[in-house]
């Protein structure tokens, strides 16, 4: 056994989260790609089947009251809140993280105008995962603003009285740099602006703070580091005191303050709901619903020290079993900067990443030349760590 084996032996021993493994269903594959899909929580089909055979098949109509259904946005939202640091009441879930992008930014902008400076500007990300930044091409023509790209650190520089409101990544989902949520936030107040956070790459990997940095909204899925399952609903945040202030640019029937009175004018409803739009998705709502109770009694930070040392671990095995130069990391080595997840350059990567997966290591390719590797604390171990760097050096000589 190798060194770096018998380390991994001893930090999975020592490892306070290891047994959460066993509340999801893995095979002795090393999945290192909850960053993009997470893996299936191992009590979600029954309940899945329970939602579809009796509340459906049985229940039918009645569900919407009798099972909870109605209210599953909110009671969604308060069960992801703990995990972004928000208090009940601030979050909804439904949509996709696209279509609360358009909500939240174009609901920033609208806010900003309220304050009636003619604020001309949004800035975007010019990093950002594609949809944000398509997204955000829209939503400026829509509200007559100039869209203008900037990094997440030329964003100080780049605010002005002119500026509306901005849009950034919490994590990069590509080099996994994790962004100063509160110093860029602040920020952003200080020239009078609206911050709007795409939580996607840090919800569930490490501790966001939405209300204790006075984010002003927020968006996220919970496909990744929640496990919610291909496609599962969205999320959006909207800080307590902007809430009466929300004007949605999607006010479906679901955000209307009575919504069955099916009065033809609209009436937005208080708090969280009004972020709503249309029917929710109640398959997928009530699947990432029992998904989220592999949280029970796990902490954030919990997660987040566990998944600085795996990535810390993992580098070490990839530098100690890997040639010089092979490869090079993009992601930042202070733990400040870093999110959940290595992502290591080579010119070869998309032959190698085939190669990975067909030796059972599961990250991603992302284009040109990016190997990624997210590292989930509730279901990766060290040993994973190790051996996935272990086969990576095989395949890179
Ligand atoms: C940062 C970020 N935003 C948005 C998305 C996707 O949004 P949607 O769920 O609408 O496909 C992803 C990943 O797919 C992402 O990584
Ligand atoms: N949402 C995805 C999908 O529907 C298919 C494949 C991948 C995804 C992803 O989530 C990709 C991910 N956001 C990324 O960071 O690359």
Redesign the pocket.
């Known amino acids: 056994m190798s060194e770096l084996s018998l380390q991994a032996e001893k930090l999975d021993a020592a490892d306070e989260l290891a047994a959460l493994r066993t509340r999801f269903v893995l095979d002795d594959v090393v999945y290192l790609d909850g960053?993009?899909?997470g893996a299936l929580p191992a009590h979600v089909p029954d309940r899945v089947s329970d939602v579809v055979r009796r509340q459906w098949g049985e229940l039918r109509i009645r569900s919407w009251d009798e099972s909870g259904w109605w209210t599953a946005p909110e009671r969604i939202g308060d069960r992801i809140a703990p995990l972004v640091g928000a208090a009940p009441g601030r979050i909804v879930v439904g949509d996709s993280t696209s279509v609360n992008v358009f909500k939240a930014l174009v609901a920033a902008v609208r806010m900003a105008d309220e304050a009636g400076e003619g604020r001309s500007e949004i800035l975007v990300d010019a990093t950002t995962?594609p949809t944000d930044g398509y997204i955000a091409q829209s939503a400026a023509r829509l509200t007559g603003r100039t869209l203008r790209a900037v990094t997440p650190s030329q964003v100080p520089d780049a605010l002005s009285a002119r500026t509306a409101a901005v849009l950034l990544n919490h994590v990069d989902?590509r080099t996994g740099r994790l962004h100063d949520l509160p110093s860029l936030t602040s920020a952003i107040h200080a020239a009078g602006a609206l911050a709007v956070w795409d939580l996607?790459?840090s919800a569930g990997a490490l501790p966001v703070g939405l209300d204790e940095h006075g984010v002003d909204l927020a968006v996220g899925?919970t496909?990744?580091y929640l496990n919610g399952g291909?496609?599962s609903p969205a999320y959006l945040y909207v800080r307590e005191e902007l809430q009466p202030r929300f004007d949605s640019p999607l006010p479906g029937w679901n955000s209307h303050t009575d919504p069955f009175g099916m009065s033809p004018d609209y009436a937005p409803a208080p708090g969280a709901p009004r972020g709503r739009v249309g029917t929710p998705d109640i398959l997928s709502m009530l699947a990432l619903e029992a998904a989220l109770e592999v949280w029970d009694g796990v902490s954030v930070a919990a997660v987040r020290a566990k998944s600085l040392a795996l990535t810390d671990f993992f580098l070490t095995c990839v530098r100690a079993y890997t040639e010089p130069g092979r490869v090079e990391s993009v992601t930042p080595e202070r733990h400040e900067e870093r999110g959940s997840q290595v992502a290591l350059r080579c010119p070869d990567a998309g032959e190698v990443m085939k190669r990975l997966i067909a030796r059972g290591v599961v990250g991603?390719f992302?284009h040109p030349d990016v190997l990624r590797f997210g590292f989930t604390p509730l279901y990766v171990g060290f040993a994973d760590a190790e051996r996935a760097a272990r086969i990576l050096a095989e395949e890179l000589a």
Request: charged letters at 20%; aromatic letters at 22%; hydrophobic letters at 15%.
């Open positions: 960053n993009s899909l995962f989902y996607c790459h899925c496909y990744k291909p496609g991603d992302r």
